[in-house]
């Protein structure tokens, strides 16, 4: 008996995604989703976004999530995700955008959930009364960008049999899924 049957004859819309994004979520990636968003606005049906990454800029991640968002919430298309190969890091941030009954992953598709990173030194040079407000300042950045990172787990989860607690437990240590293991967890609907 096959181990994986063909689930993509049940998603015919899979098969050409409308918007196909590669490599590292950066500014140059960001910059090729808005074309092929534009251009693919205009279409009819579901609108199909593939992504293979490694990572990256979870801001940028977080912007090409919002529009999708906005194109759902002001034309009621459907969007759907397909992850291919590796979604990881910023790509499950942009994963997080859609609902997890329209994501979907390929065989052999692993996710990949962290927290984010932080490398950064606090110079600490000046008149004494000066400095408690650097360190604020760093604190209020590392507050928020937990806060922002929380946000994002909240997203992945939503929807799914995953709590919030659990990702955040397992995040700490880099957290790989496997496409079938994702879907036994709801956080995509289904592996094609």
Same mark, same amino acid.
């Given at each position: ?12 819309? #899979?098969? /050409?995604p409308?918007?196909? %994004?590669? *490599?590292?979520?950066?500014? !140059? ?7 092929? $968003? ?6 009819e049906?579901? #609108?199909? /976004?593939?992504?293979?990454? %490694?990572? *990256?800029?979870?801001?940028? !991640?977080r912007?090409?999530?919002d529009?999708?968002? $906005? ?8 969007? #759907?995700?397909?992850g ?28 990949? #959930? ?6 950064a030194?606090?110079d ?69």
């Amino acid at each position: 008996m096959d181990q994986h049957p063909n689930n993509a004859v049940n998603y015919p819309a #899979l098969a /050409v995604p409308q918007i196909q %994004l590669h *490599g590292p979520v950066d500014d !140059a990636m960001y910059a090729t989703f808005k074309q092929q $968003l534009a251009a693919a606005s205009a279409g009819e049906g579901p #609108l199909v /976004v593939s992504i293979t990454t %490694l990572g *990256g800029d979870p801001e940028m !991640a977080r912007a090409m999530g919002d529009s999708i968002r $906005l194109l759902r919430d002001y034309t009621g298309r459907e969007t #759907l995700f397909l992850g291919k190969v590796a979604v990881y890091s910023a790509g499950a941030t942009f994963m997080s955008a859609f609902p997890v009954d329209k994501r979907f992953l390929t065989r052999n598709t692993r996710l990949m #959930l962290h927290e984010r990173q932080m490398n950064a030194a606090v110079d600490l040079k000046g008149p004494l009364t000066t400095l408690p407000a650097v360190l604020r300042a760093k604190l209020n950045e590392i507050e928020h960008s937990i806060m922002i990172q929380e946000e994002g787990f909240r997203a992945i989860v939503a929807g799914s049999r995953v709590d919030f607690e659990t990702i955040r437990e397992k995040a700490v240590a880099n957290w790989y899924i496997d496409a079938e293991e994702a879907r036994d967890l709801g956080l995509v609907l289904d592996v094609i």
